[in-house]
Structures are given as structure tokens and as C-alpha cells.
């Protein structure tokens, strides 16, 4: 049985004044204390990890993630497949001990994590990405339905009721937790608008039946208002990137309680960017300037924001670097400790863990990282590998390089 302490100061994301001098303690898989040091006896068989200068968090968790995008993995799924787990290590040398998924690979590697035989971040996995042809997905138009659908790793095109019943139960049939679908059109996809309002009623709402009949709920890819109303209308529980939120949307969503995912380093990198695509420049530059707006108002309105990267381990959005999205979250306007919570506690919330990760406290599950400096300070602390000096997973230290 693991049995070991962190000494150091301590962001655990439920109080926003750090302990400075605390302690935290691990038994097994679990935290069995966490306070201030002075005062507290340690067993004499306990190892005791000292921080230095840097700060104790808990394990980052990424809402958005594409594994199946992973940069030269190559045309075939099998490449792709057996290069999304080799790049799943780099998440968890970032300080990621746990991510949302949304690829055709994501209930393999949960599974494959969760036996122990992959080292990466613990995933919830959400299939396939669903959208109606011509819709977000729909990227090789040319090709006929059938067989886009058996050879693309990131979407799944379903039209009509039946069509999006059935692309629904494929995802859990292959180990899916909860469902994405593309409510809007997107940046990336020359097929679509940003404006486009994707699926009907009908098929939004039988997606959202079959998910809570499988005790789950459907989150959307959002980037105008009309589709995010319509998709809050009909019982979607979590909006990922929210940009174009408005006062009608706001309204729905504090009623729902429904989070918002944040993604905004890829929506200003791709507004920026010479080498992509003009269209997809011109697309960039309209969702940016609405997006952090929309996140603000969200923020002030109290909804729970969550953390999200839409990261591919491409050159211009690398794993090693997946904590680049906080960089963007405090530039955007929130502070160090929001962005914080941001990506641990409200996190928890949106993988439906949070009784058992996303915050330093006793008897939860030990997934916690230290980093070379204060992030109060100094948010680029969290923006890279190269600072996370110590990743604990389920009590277990999986990076030390103190």
C-alpha cells in the first residue's frame, strides 16, 4: 500500500486562500488528510515529498480533448488508435490525471487506463462526435455516408430521428459515458457557417432521451445563440465553447444548472494563425471576438465554467502544452485562483466526479501534481510539462523529477 506526504503550500480548490506549510497525506489510492503541518504526527514509515517552492494542486482535468487527432498518426485507425495511447502519456507529464474524450477511441482507452495496461490520464469517454451531413463533421463530403461514418475516428454523421437514435446507442455500445453533438456549425469545417443551426428539435431530443436512459446527459459544440438555445430547450446539460451567449441562453442555463466548457486558447490561436486556411481565419476571427465576452458573462452570471482545450497534440496545440488553456482563461479576465477551479473543481463536476476528484480533501482520490512556483503569482506555472515536477494518479506517483 502506497503511504506517503507532500509537504508544501497547498491550492486545494475549495478554499481560495492557499496553506502555506501544509501537508497532505496518502494512503492507498486516497487523501487521509490535508492541513497545515505543524501539529500533525506522520507515522515514521510515512515518505515525505517536500514541495520547495512550489505548490501542491490537484490533478488538472481537460473537459475537451481529441485524441484521435493526434499529430502523424496517419490515415488508419490503427496508427491513430496505437498513437493517441502513446500521446495520452504526454497529457499526464502535463499534470492532466483525468480527461473527457471525444473520440471514436475513447471508451478502448478508458478501459485500456483503467486496467493498468496504458499509462495516461483516467478517461470519461464520449464517442464519437455526432453531427447531421453537412453539419461540423461531415469532412469529407465527397464520400457517401456510410462510409465516412466507418472510417472517421472523430465524428459520426446521424440524420433523422432514427438515425440519431441509433449513432446514440453505437456510441455506448463502444463504451461512451455521456454523448457530444454539434449543435452549430464550427470554425474548422468548410462545409458549414458559424450561424448554422445543425439538428432539428426531434432529433436533439431523442438524443437526449436515449442518453438519460443510459443515466448520462448530451453536451453540445455551441458557436451561435440560436443553436445553443435550441439545444438547452430540448435538455442538453453542458455547452462546450459557448461563444455567443446571450441573455435568453444565460437565463436557460442558470436554471439548468448548466456548465460551460471553455476552450478559448484554440479560438484565439486560430484567429491568428497564417497557416490555416483562409476560411477557416476569417471564421477564427468572428467566434474570438465573442467568446471571451460570452465566458465572461457566464462567469458573472455564476454558472459553472469548466476547463477545455479542443487539443490534438498538433505543432500548434501540443499535450505537453495542454495547460496553455489557463494562460488564455486569466488573459480573458478571470483570476489565477478562477482559473484554478476552473480546471480542477468545476471539471470534476462536468466528468461526474467530483465526489471523488478536482479538489485536495480528505478521503478523496489522490490525483495530485506540484509545480515549480506559486500560479497565484505566476499562471505559466501551469502551462507546461516542463513545470509539473510530481503527478500522483490514484496514489500513485507516475512522474517525479525533483
Do not use: W
Amino acid at each position: 500500500m502506497n503511504a506517503f506526504a507532500i509537504q508544501g503550500r497547498i491550492i486545494d480548490a475549495v478554499s481560495d486562500i492557499p496553506i502555506e506549510n501544509g501537508l497532505i497525506v496518502i494512503r492507498g489510492s486516497d487523501i487521509v488528510y490535508t492541513g497545515p503541518s505543524a501539529g500533525y504526527e506522520l507515522p515514521d514509515e510515512f515518505e515525505v515529498i517536500n514541495a520547495g517552492s512550489g505548490t501542491i494542486l490537484p490533478g488538472l482535468i481537460d473537459c475537451h480533448a481529441h485524441l484521435s487527432g493526434s499529430e502523424g498518426s496517419g490515415p488508419d485507425s490503427r496508427d491513430r488508435l496505437l498513437t493517441a495511447a502513446y500521446h495520452m502519456g504526454l497529457l499526464l507529464d502535463a499534470g492532466f490525471t483525468t480527461i473527457r474524450d471525444m473520440s471514436g477511441f475513447s471508451g478502448a482507452l478508458k478501459r485500456a487506463v483503467a486496467r493498468g495496461h496504458l499509462r495516461g490520464p483516467n478517461v470519461m469517454a464520449a464517442g464519437k462526435v455526432l453531427s447531421p451531413s453537412a453539419g461540423h463533421v461531415d469532412l469529407v463530403p465527397h464520400l457517401p455516408v456510410e462510409l465516412s461514418n466507418r472510417f472517421d475516428d472523430l465524428g459520426c454523421l446521424a440524420d433523422g430521428v432514427d438515425g440519431c437514435l441509433k449513432a446514440v446507442r453505437e456510441q455506448f455500445r463502444n463504451g461512451a459515458e455521456c454523448i457530444k453533438i454539434c449543435a452549430t456549425g464550427g470554425v474548422s469545417s468548410a462545409i458549414d457557417g458559424l450561424d448554422d443551426v445543425q439538428f432539428s428539435d426531434e432529433e436533439i431530443a431523442v438524443m437526449v432521451q436515449e442518453a438519460m436512459r443510459h443515466g448520462t446527459y448530451v453536451c453540445a459544440h455551441c458557436s451561435n445563440a440560436a443553436g445553443t438555445y435550441q439545444a438547452l430547450k430540448n435538455g442538453v446539460l453542458c455547452i462546450e465553447h459557448g461563444i455567443d451567449l446571450d441573455d435568453r441562453c444565460l437565463e436557460l442555463m442558470i436554471k439548468k444548472h448548466v456548465p460551460v466548457v471553455t476552450t478559448l486558447y484554440v479560438s484565439n490561436l486560430v484567429a491568428t494563425l497564417p497557416d490555416f486556411p483562409a476560411f477557416m481565419r476569417e471564421k477564427g476571427r468572428k467566434a474570438a471576438q465573442s467568446h471571451q465576452k460570452s465566458l465572461l458573462r457566464a462567469r458573472d452570471a455564476g454558472l459553472c465554467i469548466a476547463y477545455g482545450t479542443d487539443f490534438s497534440n498538433s505543432p500548434n496545440t501540443p499535450y505537453l502544452a495542454n495547460g496553455l488553456e489557463f494562460r488564455a482563461i486569466v488573459n480573458a479576465g478571470f483570476t489565477p485562483m478562477e482559473a484554478i477551479k476552473i480546471g480542477t473543481i468545476n471539471s470534476a463536476h462536468v466528468v461526474k466526479r467530483a465526489e471523488r476528484i478536482g479538489s485536495l480533501e480528505c478521503g478523496k482520490q489522490a490525483d495530485i501534481i506540484v509545480v515549480d512556483g506559486n500560479p497565484l503569482q505566476d499562471i505559466e506555472t501551469l502551462t507546461h510539462a516542463d513545470h509539473v515536477k510530481l503527478v500522483v494518479q490514484n496514489g500513485k506517483i507516475v512522474k517525479h523529477t525533483f
